[in-house]
């Protein structure tokens, strides 16, 4: 998916959501769990529940590769249903990989080739080498993490008082590893009053945005500080909207949280004049 397309839905579907499948089999609705692949089902019933709702999904692989082989079948088998059933998503692997050159070309095989995922995160700490493997697939999108927003960026990302900052270095130096049709930035929404100062350094890029909802990150902070011309958003909500319910009724009230996020991201884009 390209990023006209990914513009084009964001438009169509007038929102800039992504929610996030952080599907632990400890935390599913206890019916499902007589089923053959709980975690599947699951996802399922968020997905049918959500896909008008939604522009993205975003997997953490971790809750699948913790199960061993059964998680990484259900895993594909998401893969393959919402690519077989809601062919407009973009679908996010959340894997945080990045490796020396030889090692990250298997993981960008392993997601790009086998699982047909639009997009991953990359951890950009060994540089360029580590990163450039999974930009060697036309079509597909790099997601470098930049400002995160757990309490121990402040170990490494962050520092008020510096300007060299290693989120800083993130942003400037991989410009010109890819342009802003290949590459996206993660920033935290419990970051949000910086958006506007990554704004002038990416003015151009997309956003994948977590931190909003269960984190306490603020949508309204981060649609005045983080728009640009093409909205150049993607928020993604994980616990707030997949596990908002432990019932049978899991995904209807799924659906309910989406919308709630849904109305709010339409508001912000017709103020923006996008709409």
């Known amino acids: 998916m390209d990023r006209k397309e990914l513009f084009g839905n964001i438009l169509k579907k007038r929102s800039f959501l992504c929610i996030g499948l952080d599907s632990d089999i400890y935390r599913i609705p206890s019916f499902l769990k007589d089923t053959d692949d709980p975690v599947f089902e699951f996802n399922r019933g968020i997905i049918d529940a959500t896909h008008k709702l ?42 945080k990989r990045g490796d020396i050159g030889n090692t990250s070309k298997l993981y960008a095989r392993a997601f790009f080739e086998n699982m047909n995922f639009d997009a991953v995160t990359v951890a950009p700490y060994m540089g360029e080498d580590s990163v450039s493997p999974f930009l060697d697939y036309p079509g597909k999108w790099v997601i470098l993490l930049a400002l995160t927003s757990n309490r121990g960026a402040d170990d490494f990302q962050y520092h008020p008082d510096d300007k060299n900052s290693l989120y800083r270095l993130v942003l400037n130096k991989s410009q010109s590893w890819a342009d802003r049709e290949r590459m996206m930035y993660v920033v935290g929404a419990t970051r949000a ?36 011309s093409s909205c150049g958003l993607l928020v993604n909500s994980s616990r707030g909207i997949i596990f908002a319910d432990n019932s049978e009724n899991y995904a209807s009230v799924a659906a309910v949280k989406a919308r709630e996020l849904q109305q709010q991201m339409e508001s912000h884009l017709y103020k923006k004049g996008l709409l």
Do not use: C
């Open 54 to 95: 939604a522009v993205a999904y975003k997997p953490n692989i971790a809750f699948y590769e913790s199960l061993g082989s059964p998680g990484w079948l259900a895993l594909n088998k998401t893969v393959d249903y919402l690519k077989a059933n809601y062919p407009d998503i973009f679908l996010i692997a959340d894997a």
């Open 193 to 228: 009053e910086m958006l506007s100062e990554i704004r002038e350094i990416v003015p151009d890029h997309f956003l994948l945005i977590p931190g909003v909802g269960a984190q306490g990150g603020s949508l309204d902070k981060v649609a005045e500080h983080g728009f640009n």
